[in-house]
């Protein structure tokens, strides 16, 4: 139920207040201006309504508005004159409603000054279209553990309970999130994502509960946080076991208790959201090493799925490609038909250590490539063992040819890769296809340059290009 707080002086617009919205709403009436003030302060609500009968009270709507910003402020009053009217408009009002009002005016200015700062929210955070597929029935689900995965993600969408989906990278997770919230009871609400693991702690804080005017250096106005601006809907945090412990004690009390507070704010902020959260990591792992709370884990884990990758659903890869096919032709205005039957072939014979998202990289560069009307094996570009002994011989002196050759023989010998090992393979063979320049590396990989750098240093990768390198080799000259 929505939170509104009626300041009305002489009781008479509390009054009609009270019985248009008591069923549908949760009402707060204060008649004195120091403790109306002192209950906007302290705590938050979803709307509020102030009676005026002249623009004496048109100080205090400016300053709410602009301590607040997305909060909706209508205006009541028995002056009609149509310059306090364009002055309450122009000072931050929602709505301004003349005495005597119906029930059914009432209800209607609430409602669509709610869906107003709703579709505000959205606008401040989703910029960009979501990349989403909002029926279970366009998955592609042709081998037996897809279509498990489904069957329980179906089952899950329809409650309110906490969602851990786990998998390699590029298995999809974001793509399945997104599936299950357009197929719950907050349809209608907002959808919010979010990667953990591409801002840095202290902005992330910031991103996800938002901060007050002044918190920090930059702070130059009242930001609302991604908790807030999912509020009745679904917030996807992705990669969630990149979080930090401090962050993750707060996430708790999220979970617990549907509330929090601002960065350098004291004003205690309820959301009623649902989480969906998505992790590579092995999280009972991470608990044992002290990175993740035990009681954080427990309470995402309440409806956990494992996606599985795209080796163990070989059976996909066809309809998959095809799919991804047609997506690039369109947006490249392309006309390819297919792929060859070598091809084609080749793409169900890969491992495809990076999942879908590989495979996506790998069509869209064979589309840009491609000059007949189907796609020749050529054009895949996919790190067969013929392709990497020409890269060794191409390298000459450089030194990550030690590193290639020390993989191949890996491969030669048969040894099971682990995922990080899959993960390292994956970045170098793009990183040498887009001649080591990261951003270019970043893109096709689908992750931020920020992200790839993270990786590159975590997994030891160097190049005798790259600048930081260059002042190393300096350095151990002198």
Not at 39 to 48: G, N, P, R, S, Y
């Amino acid at each position: 139920m929505h939170k509104i707080l009626i300041y009305d002086t002489y009781r008479t617009t509390a009054d009609i207040m009270v019985a248009a919205l008591r069923d549908k709403c949760v009402l707060t009436c204060k008649t004195n201006k120091v403790e109306f003030q002192e209950e906007i302060q302290a705590k938050q609500h979803d709307l509020v309504f102030i009676d005026i009968d002249d623009g004496r009270s048109l100080p205090l709507l400016e300053k709410l508005h602009n301590r607040d910003p997305y909060l909706p402020i209508i205006l009541t009053s028995n002056n009609e004159k149509a310059e306090l009217i364009v002055q309450a408009m122009n000072s931050g009002a929602s709505d301004f409603l003349v005495h005597p009002i119906s029930p059914e005016r009432i209800n209607i200015a609430v409602d669509k000054a709610i869906k107003i700062r709703d579709q505000r929210f959205e606008i401040a955070y989703l910029r960009r279209n979501q990349d989403v597929v909002y029926d279970f029935r366009d998955v592609v689900a042709v081998s037996p553990s897809m279509r498990k995965v489904i069957t329980s993600l179906e089952r899950f969408a329809g409650t309110d309970s906490t969602i851990l989906i786990t998998g390699d990278t590029g298995t999809g997770k974001s793509f399945l999130s997104g599936t299950v919230h357009f197929n719950s009871p907050r349809r209608k609400k907002p959808f919010v994502k979010i990667n953990c693991a591409n801002i840095p702690e202290d902005l992330l804080e910031s991103e996800l509960f938002g901060h007050e005017k002044g918190a920090f250096t930059g702070a130059d106005k009242q930001r609302i946080g991604r908790f807030e601006q999912a509020g009745g809907g679904t917030i996807f945090l992705d990669e969630i076991g990149e979080m930090k412990l401090r962050l993750q004690t707060k996430l708790l009390r999220v979970l617990e208790e549907k509330s929090f507070e601002r960065v350098g704010g004291n004003k205690t902020i309820y959301s009623d959201v649902r989480i969906i959260a998505a992790t590579n990591k092995d999280l009972v792992e991470q608990v044992d090493l002290g990175l993740f709370r035990e009681d954080l884990y427990y309470r995402i884990n309440v409806l956990p799925v494992s996606l599985p990758s795209l080796k163990e659903r070989k059976q996909c890869i066809q309809p998959l490609a095809e799919i991804l096919l047609d997506k690039f032709c369109k947006s490249t205005h392309r006309e390819i038909l297919g792929f060859r039957r070598e091809a084609m072939e080749m793409m169900i014979e890969y491992d495809w250590p990076g999942n879908i998202r590989q495979l996506a990289n790998t069509i869209e560069r064979a589309v840009i490539l491609e000059d007949g009307r189907e796609i020749r094996a050529e054009n895949l570009s996919l790190p067969t063992r013929k392709m990497r002994k020409a890269v060794r011989r191409s390298a000459g002196n450089d030194p990550s040819a030690g590193e290639k050759e020390a993989r191949e023989s890996g491969r030669r010998a048969e040894k099971p890769l682990s995922l990080a090992d899959q993960e390292r393979e994956l970045i170098l063979m793009v990183l040498e296809e887009c001649l080591w320049v990261q951003k270019n590396a970043a893109a096709k990989l689908g992750i931020s340059p920020r992200a790839l750098n993270y990786k590159i240093n975590k997994l030891g990768i160097t190049h005798p290009h790259w600048r930081r390198n260059k002042r190393k080799e300096d350095r151990e000259k002198v």
